[in-house]
């Protein structure tokens, strides 16, 4: 059964750090692609960065957040993180983790699984 929990969230103050952790069930983690989004209030949900299971490639990041956020993995505990830093008000949302059975880019129609999500707050 594929499933996706996300952890780690909560409230922090603007230009402090948060790492988000996707735990995975073991066929999800067999994934190819694995991706971090976001929703904030009132707006479209967007990818916040990618990483290619197989090492293959470097990892995408969404222009807002590159030079701040980091996606990694570790295989022995079928978990992707998201290392996040200097986070600013704008960084507030609802954080998912999603999966891709075929790596077909980082838009939410490419992604087949998903996370329930998690709540980021980032005072000012």
């Known amino acids: 059964q594929e499933q996706l929990v996300e952890s780690g969230g909560g409230s922090v103050q603007a230009g402090g750090s948060l790492t988000l952790s996707c735990a995975a069930s073991?066929?999800?983690?067999?994934?190819?692609?694995m991706g971090w989004f976001r929703q904030a209030p009132g707006k479209e949900r967007e990818v916040v960065a990618g990483?290619?299971?197989?090492?293959?490639?470097?990892?995408y990041y969404h222009g807002s957040v590159q030079g701040r956020f980091t996606v990694s993995q570790d295989n022995a505990k079928n978990t992707v993180y998201l290392q996040m830093n200097s986070l600013k008000p704008e960084d507030t949302a609802l954080y998912y983790c999603?999966?891709?059975?075929?790596?077909?880019?980082?838009?939410?129609?490419?992604?087949?699984?998903w996370g329930e999500g998690i709540l980021v707050t980032v005072c000012s």
């Open positions: 999603a999966a891709a059975a075929r790596c077909r880019g980082w838009t939410q129609g490419a992604m087949d699984y």
């Open positions: 073991v066929s999800t983690y067999n994934s190819p692609c």
């Open positions: 990483i290619y299971m197989s090492g293959g490639m470097n990892p």
